[in-house]
Nanobody, 114 residues
Framework: QVQLVESGGGLVQPGGSLRLSCAYS????????WGWYRQAPGGQRELVAT???????NYADSVKGRFTISRDNAEKTVYLQMNSLKSEDTAVYYC????????WGQGTQVTVSS
């Protein structure tokens, strides 16, 4: 059974940085477009970054210039480097392929607060 396991979240002050990781247990990692999504309290899940098979990236306007998505096909892992964090980045972060599976991992909580 395919699993998605996110890690790396935590509590950070505004302006700080975090690096999220997502490990994939399936066999087809390298062929998929991968994305990082987030869901803030009371909000809907939104897609914030994607990376293609050829490592082309795309970002939501709200994170452009601050977040960087990357992938390691050999390790079947997707990363999200988050810099210059703001309070509005507070959310549970999830990874999934794009379009997504109909299941999700447990996510990793990111809290930006002083």
């Amino acid at each position: 059974q395919v699993q998605l396991v996110e890690s790396g979240g935590g509590l950070v002050q505004p302006g700080g940085s975090l690096r999220l990781s997502c490990a994939y247990s399936g066999r087809m990692f390298s062929i998929y477009v991968w994305g990082w999504y987030r869901q803030a309290p009371g909000g809907q899940r939104e897609l914030v970054a994607t990376i293609t098979r050829g490592a082309m990236t795309n970002y939501a306007d709200s994170v452009k210039g601050r977040f960087t998505i990357s992938r390691d096909n050999a390790e079947k892992t997707v990363y999200l480097q988050m810099n210059s964090l703001k309070s509005e980045d507070t959310a549970v972060y999830y990874c999934n392929k794009s379009p997504s599976y109909d299941f999700w991992g447990q996510g990793t909580q990111v809290t930006v607060s002083s």
